[in-house]
């Protein structure tokens, strides 16, 4: 437990350092008190996404294969920000699922002005492959896994999925 509670410290670090813009925005704060996967918010979801997309990202470096940790932080943290106000946005939950990363794209040039095109692919990609949108590079297909495999914590997992971090103080 104390290597995770290490690794997560050092991806923090890393967070503010690339995202702080992004944090700091107003689209992020209400994001932290928007409920998503039931034990989260989207801002915290967004967090945890950024957390395991660095970790993937030391994972793969050992086997030579280098990705872009800026871009993994900022893709991550801007991925479902397109999902803000969902419920007066979308009909359905599909719709919402199929919607939001286009959605997302959007917030994302907001905020991130001189966004490039593969980042704007890797978030209309995120939820592939409900969407038909595939990922292409490798940042794109980092931020898939990640963003499912924290969904799955932030749903199953029986404790708070809140985040209590440097990231945000």
């Known amino acids: 437990m104390r290597?995770?509670?290490q690794r997560n410290r050092e991806n923090d670090v890393l967070i503010k350092k690339y995202g702080s813009d992004i944090l700091d925005s107003e689209e992020f704060k209400v994001a932290l008190a928007q409920i998503h996967h039931h034990r989260s918010s989207v801002g915290d979801h967004s967090i945890h996404t950024a957390r395991a997309g660095l970790t993937m990202c030391n994972v793969v470096s050992k086997a030579g294969i280098h990705i872009d940790?800026?871009?993994?932080?900022?893709?991550?943290?801007?991925?479902?920000?397109?999902?803000?106000?969902?419920?007066?946005?979308y009909?359905?939950?599909?719709?919402?699922?199929?919607?939001?990363?286009?959605?997302?794209?959007?917030?994302?040039?907001?905020?991130?002005?001189?966004?490039?095109?593969?980042?704007?692919?890797?978030?209309?990609?995120?939820?592939?492959?409900?969407?038909?949108?595939?990922?292409k590079s490798k940042e794109a297909f980092i931020l898939c896994i990640a963003d499912k495999a924290t969904a799955l914590g932030d749903r199953f997992n029986r404790k708070d999925r809140r985040v209590v971090s440097s990231v945000l103080g």
Do not use: N
Request: net charge positive; charged share 30%; aromatic share 6%.
């Open 69 to 89: 940790e800026r871009k993994i932080v900022r893709i991550s943290l801007l991925h479902d920000l397109g999902i803000l106000g969902r419920d007066e946005k």
């Open 3 to 5: 290597r995770k509670a």
């Open 91 to 135: 009909k359905s939950s599909f719709e919402c699922g199929f919607q939001h990363p286009k959605d997302s794209a959007v917030t994302a040039k907001k905020l991130w002005h001189d966004i490039d095109a593969k980042s704007m692919r890797a978030i209309k990609s995120h939820m592939w492959p409900l969407s038909p949108i595939m990922p």
